[in-house]
Structure formats: C-alpha cells, structure tokens
C-alpha cells in the first residue's frame, strides 16, 4: 500500500554540496518523472523515464541527473547545489500517463539550499 | 515556452456554493487534467480530458474540454470545506510524455 515514496521529506544543504533525491514505486509503472514546485508557479518537469534505462529531459533539467536502472526506482542528483535549486520536489509514477486514477505523486521533498 | 493561465488565482466561497474556474492556453492541446493538491501533499488526478468538447464529471466535479482545445473549466458544486486547496490544470505536450502545469488556483471555503 505504499504508491510512491520519497525519501527524505526535508533536507537543508549548503551551497555546492551533491545530494540524491529518493523515489520508489511499488505499483509497477513504467512511466516516472521528477517536477518541482515554486511559489506561484506550479510545477515544472525536471526529467522524467518511460522505462528502465530511458529517460529524458524535461522543462527545467539544469543541475539535475537522474538513472533509471530498475522500474521500481528513479533517483533525482543535484550535482552541486545552489540557492536556486530551493524548492518542493515532487516525484510521480503513472502506467499509462494521463489516465484517470493512473497518476500517483509521491508527498515530496522539502529541499532548502543555504 | 509553453503557458497555462489559470484564473483565479483564488477564491474564497462559502459553503454549499458552486465554483467555477478556468484554464487557457495560446496553444492547441489534445489531453487536459485537473489535479487537486492538499497542503503538504502531492498532486491527485481528479479529471482526465482526451477530445475536444468532453465533458466529464468526479462526483461533485465536472470539467470540459474546450471545444477549441485551447481551454478547459471545472466546477465544483455545492463546496464543502474538504475542497480546500490548489487545483492545478496541466496539459500533455502532443507526441511526448511531457506535461505542463498551471500556476494553480487556491480554493479556500468559509464554513
């Protein structure tokens, strides 16, 4: 009964440093995808899967890397943090991309850079 | 790049009232969503949109789908206090798997 989990809910990282943003899923999905979320301007895609080994670059990519070596998992890299990247951090999985009930967002990720 | 403008930008209601809201693009697009967001929650899929005029409805929602696919509605009647939060319209970019998303309108229900 899990759906997608992100793993930590926050995180404080200095300027500069690397970190990597946890997302599993246990439903099955073939499609993942990574967004974040800024006051007053919704969502934005950062990089999104649509099968082990392939993914691709979303609306905003810079800064970020992502895998995808098995279905169940899809880890977001910051490869070297900077205040801009401040932000809620959201990981979803869906089998069939825009099919009602398919689409599960996990609680995401509060990420703070000092 | 790509917009969606959704307005408003919020609301307040009293309960039991209806509410509608919308969302617009400069561009034609073939699949329109509408998400609801809790405060410390992601996203949840509440209306999914797939041909130009589609009206579909969630229980006490009903979206449609533009007839010039360039826009979408959802109302909510008779609200009660659980509809609180932000509802988001997103839209999938044709040919791919990437989505856009509206800036969001936060629905708040004075009891």
């Known amino acids: 009964n899990a759906g997608v989990t992100q793993t930590p809910k926050f995180q404080v990282l200095k300027t500069g440093q690397s970190m990597t943003l946890q997302c599993a899923q246990d439903?099955?999905?073939?499609?993942m995808s990574w967004y974040r979320q800024d006051p007053g301007m919704g969502l934005r895609l950062i990089h999104y899967s649509v099968g082990a080994g392939i993914t691709d670059q979303g609306e905003v990519p810079n800064g970020y890397n992502v895998s995808r070596s098995t279905t169940e998992d899809f880890p977001l890299r910051l490869l070297s943090a900077a205040p801009s990247q401040t932000s809620v951090y959201f990981c979803?999985?869906?089998?069939?991309?825009?099919?009602?009930?398919?689409?599960?967002f996990g609680q995401g990720t509060r990420l703070t850079v000092v | 790049g790509q917009q969606l403008n959704q307005s408003p930008q919020s609301m307040f209601i009293q309960e039991g009232e209806d509410v509608s809201m919308n969302c617009t693009s400069s561009s034609i697009f073939n699949t329109w969503l509408w998400y609801k967001q809790d405060p410390g929650e992601g996203p949840v899929l509440l209306i999914a949109?797939?041909?130009?005029?589609e009206l579909t409805s969630n229980g006490r929602l009903t979206a449609q789908f533009g007839t010039t696919r360039k826009d979408s509605f959802l109302n909510i009647s008779a609200s009660i206090p659980s509809d609180v939060g932000i509802y988001f319209c997103?839209?999938?970019?044709?040919?791919?798997?990437?989505?856009?998303f509206g800036t969001g309108t936060r629905l708040k229900v004075l009891a």
């Open positions: 949109l797939y041909k130009a005029g």
């Open positions: 439903m099955n999905h073939e499609y």
């Open positions: 979803a999985s869906s089998s069939n991309p825009g099919t009602r009930g398919d689409t599960f």
């Open positions: 997103a839209v999938r970019l044709s040919g791919t798997y990437k989505y856009i």
